[in-house]
C-alpha cells in the first residue's frame, strides 16, 4: 500500500505562482509513474502532467510552459511548479501514483487563482 501526503497550494493572483508536492510512503518500491490530476468545480477530473520513473513527462496542454514537474525518487516525492498561473487553473489539485498493481490518490489540495 502506497501512503500520499500533499502540501503546498493555496491562494495566488493570476500571473503569480504556486508550488505543490506529494510524498509517497508505504511500498514506494513498486512506484512507476508520478502525477497530478485537477478538478475543477462542474468539471471532470482531468491529468495536469505525470512523470514516470524514468523521469519522462508528459504535460496537458493547457498547463505546457507554465507548469513544471519533478521527481525526487530517493525522497518519493514528486512536486509541481506552477507559474504564470491563470484563474482557469484553480482546482483541487490530486496526486496520483501508479505502480503494476496499485493506483493511489492524495486527499487533494486546492489551489486558486484570483483575477
Known amino acids: 500500500q502506497v501512503r500520499l501526503v500533499e502540501s503546498g497550494g493555496g491562494l495566488v493572483q493570476a500571473g503569480g505562482s504556486l508550488s505543490v508536492s506529494c510524498a509517497a510512503s508505504?511500498?514506494?518500491?513498486?512506484?512507476?509513474?508520478m502525477g497530478w490530476y485537477r478538478q475543477a468545480p462542474g468539471k471532470q477530473r482531468e491529468l495536469v502532467a505525470i512523470?514516470?520513473?524514468?523521469?519522462?513527462?508528459n504535460y496537458a496542454d493547457s498547463v505546457k510552459g507554465r507548469f513544471t514537474l519533478s521527481r525526487d525518487n530517493a525522497k518519493n516525492t514528486v512536486y509541481l511548479q506552477m507559474n504564470s498561473l491563470k484563474p482557469e487553473d484553480t482546482a483541487v489539485y490530486y496526486c496520483?501514483?501508479?505502480?503494476?498493481?496499485?493506483?493511489?490518490w492524495g486527499q487533494g489540495t486546492q489551489v486558486t487563482v484570483s483575477s
Open positions: 496520483r501514483v501508479t505502480g503494476p498493481f496499485f493506483a493511489s
Open positions: 508505504g511500498s514506494t518500491f513498486s512506484i512507476n509513474a
Open positions: 512523470i514516470s520513473s524514468g523521469g519522462s513527462t
